[in-house]
């Protein structure tokens, strides 16, 4: 009923930037909050960045400063703006939303199907 397409990911120099999209599709009566989250290779799954439907954000320690989470919902899109990467950044990047489907119904959580980034040299 409800997916989620990611895109943006790929391989970049330490320095560099990348933009994550997360387009939400389906039956979608609300979206509550919007998040990313990554997983390393041998690490769990982690919190990078969320953002509130009223446009409240917040953010890792470790992405303080660098990552911008934004999001459009007139296209039910959220977007993270990575700016001078790391090489600890380098995870799978996945998405995640709370949905509603109906205006009576409780919310359920979402996951995109995440997008590589690697940051090498």
């Known amino acids: 009923q409800v997916q989620l397409v990611e895109s943006g990911g790929g391989l970049v120099q330490p320095g560099g930037s990348l933009r994550l999209s997360c387009a939400a599709s389906?039956?979608?009566?609300?979206?509550?909050?919007m998040s990313w989250y990554r997983q390393a290779p041998g690490k769990q799954r982690d919190l990078v960045a969320s953002?509130?439907?009223?446009?409240?954000?917040n953010y890792a320690d470790s992405v303080k400063g660098r990552f911008t989470i934004s999001r459009d919902n007139t296209k039910n899109t959220v977007y993270l703006q990575m700016n001078s990467l790391k090489p600890e950044d380098t995870a799978v990047y996945y998405c995640?939303?709370?949905?509603?489907?109906?205006?009576?119904?409780?919310?359920?959580?979402?996951w995109g199907q995440g997008t590589q980034v690697t940051v090498s040299s």
């Open positions: 389906g039956s979608i009566f609300r979206i509550d909050a």
């Open positions: 995640h939303c709370n949905v509603a489907q109906t205006r009576w119904g409780v919310t359920y959580g979402y």
């Open positions: 953002i509130i439907s009223g446009g409240g954000t």
